[in-house]
Nanobody, 123 residues
Framework: VQLQAFGGGLVQVGGSLRLSCADS????????VGWFRQAPGKDREIVAA????????TYADSVKGRFTISRDRSKNTVYLQMDSLKPEDTAVYYC?????????????????WGQGTLVTVSS
């Protein structure tokens, strides 16, 4: 599994971004995938996760109703649509593939990590 996250950038408060997580080796189609973020001086935290077939998702309370995770298995890509962005969403965002097929919110469930992509929300 080799994941690449991209799509970050600078956006104003209330704006939207869509992050993509692509598996260049096309070997994670049976794995759960999660998006995490880490702000300066803070621990890495779960944002959202999706099961192998997209049938199950989970979200952090702080992003419920604003972010949507989805996956296109034919493209081996997982997306994170981020709407109504807030300054506190500013962080480096990472995607990761889990050891199992489930949508896990536990950081320790994830084995394969992509590089991060920076999201900055300006006010």
């Amino acid at each position: 599994v080799q994941l690449q996250a991209f799509g970050g950038g600078l956006v104003q408060v209330g704006g939207s971004l869509r992050l993509s997580c692509a598996d260049s080796r096309r070997t994670s189609s049976n794995n759960g995938v999660g998006w995490f973020r880490q702000a300066p001086g803070k621990d890495r935290e779960i944002v959202a996760a999706i099961s192998w077939n997209g049938g199950s998702t989970t979200y952090a309370d702080s992003v419920k109703g604003r972010f949507t995770i989805s996956r296109d298995r034919s493209k081996n890509t997982v997306y994170l649509q981020m709407d109504s962005l807030k300054p506190e969403d500013t962080a480096v965002y990472y995607c990761a593939a889990a050891r199992s097929s489930a949508a896990s919110s536990q950081l320790t469930s994830y084995k394969y990590w992509g590089q991060g992509t920076l999201v900055t929300v300006s006010s």
